[in-house]
């Protein structure tokens, strides 16, 4: 292989590796947040007044997450996915980022999510 053949493969991967840390800086802390958590398509966004709840689906499973709108500062956080018929799973305490992803396999049932940050519905 020649000098210049190595110099566009290096050329190449760099600009490669610049192009996915520039759309990683590109995307919102909060977006990173709630993707690096839940497998799957994000299927709902529901904004209230202290935070945003994500809804995700992947195969039969559903993952909800609850970020706040001011992170950092630890406050109560509460996050629950109930399919239809079954108990609810919540995630409940004082966090400073997200309420932990809860996951439950619904099938093709109804459910219900419900996201809470500090005194917030």
Not at 30 to 37: D, I, V
Not at 63 to 70: E, G, H, Q, S
């Amino acid at each position: 292989m020649d000098r210049g053949a190595i110099r566009r493969r290096l050329a190449v991967g760099l600009a490669l590796l610049t192009a996915s840390g520039l759309l990683a800086v590109a995307v919102p802390a909060e977006a990173q947040a709630a993707a690096s958590r839940c497998e799957g398509r994000k299927v709902r966004t529901y904004p209230f007044a202290t935070g945003t709840l994500y809804v995700y689906k992947r195969g039969g499973h559903i993952c909800a997450i609850t970020v706040p709108k001011d992170p950092g500062r630890r406050q109560k956080m509460m996050v629950s996915v109930q399919a239809y018929r079954a108990r609810a799973v919540v995630d409940e305490g004082q966090y400073s980022r997200r309420a932990c992803p809860v996951t439950v396999h619904a099938g093709h049932r109804c459910v219900w999510v419900k996201g809470k940050v500090g005194r917030g519905p």
